[in-house]
């Protein structure tokens, strides 16, 4: 079975600044690799995904993460961070094969301040 | 743009009691979720169902059930709501054919004394 593991519990970080947050998957099969973003009170917006091709993916609002399968890992990144990116970020994956079943990371909280 | 309306955002209920959490999506989807989240937990797959009338069950279903009579409608049942199920429930549906992509409700905040 697949499980994701996301280190970091929260993230703070000054507005303007760069931010990484990290997610390392495991799995015995080829995955697919999601982020999605949680805004307070609302439910989770889909930011990017991985299914194939190039390694390296954009998604909304300036985030793009890359696929390193060697290091089983798919960081987020943004290089210019703004305060309505203040929410909780949620790094899933899935298998390749079979039914559409998301696993999802425990969450890190991202907080800008300026 | 497809909309997952979940019927409450906030309820409370007392211990014992039955308790239903709808799901509606308008877009036709055939693959349905409920999740619970929790802090320090992220979300974990309760019931899931990929056609009418069928339900599979997730990491953990002890203590629910489910209902899909119709597409458009997931519902998740609490037969005896225990104090452990305070939690924000997360609906979801997704396409078949829509590369993977979840689309989520806002949650059912559901406390129970």
């Known amino acids: 079975a697949q499980s994701v593991t996301q280190l970091d519990s929260q993230v703070p970080v000054f507005e303007e600044a760069p931010v990484e947050l990290r997610c390392n998957y495991s799995?015995?099969?080829?995955?697919?690799l999601f982020w999605y973003v949680q805004y307070p009170n609302q439910g989770l917006q889909l930011l990017l995904k991985?299914?194939?091709?190039?390694?390296l993916v954009k998604g909304i609002n300036g985030f793009e993460a890359e696929f390193n399968k060697s290091q089983t890992s798919f960081h987020l990144r943004k290089p210019s961070v703004h305060i309505s990116d203040t929410a909780e970020y949620f790094c899933?994956?899935?298998?390749?094969?079979?039914?559409?079943?998301?696993?999802f990371g425990t969450g890190t909280r991202l907080l800008v301040s300026p | 743009d497809v909309k997952v309306t979940q019927s409450s955002r906030y309820l409370v209920k007392r211990t014992g009691e039955k308790v239903f959490l709808e799901c509606v999506q308008d877009?036709?989807?055939?693959?349905m979720f409920w999740y619970r989240q929790d802090p320090g937990l992220g979300l974990r797959l309760i019931y899931f169902?990929?056609?009418?009338?069928?339900?599979e069950k997730g990491d953990i279903p002890e203590g629910y059930s489910v209902s899909r009579e119709k597409k458009e409608r997931f519902s998740l049942i609490l037969e005896s709501a225990s104090t452990n199920q305070t939690s924000m429930y997360l609906c979801?549906?997704?396409?078949?054919?829509?590369?993977?992509?979840?689309?989520f409700g806002n949650g059912t905040r559901l406390t129970v004394t």
């Open positions: 979801a549906s997704s396409s078949r054919t829509g590369g993977f992509s979840l689309h």
């Open positions: 799995s015995s099969v080829s995955v697919y």
């Open positions: 991985y299914l194939s091709g190039s390694t």
């Open positions: 899933a994956v899935s298998e390749n094969t079979g039914f559409q079943k998301l696993v």
């Open positions: 877009m036709d989807h055939e693959n």
């Open positions: 169902s990929y056609d009418v009338k069928m339900k």
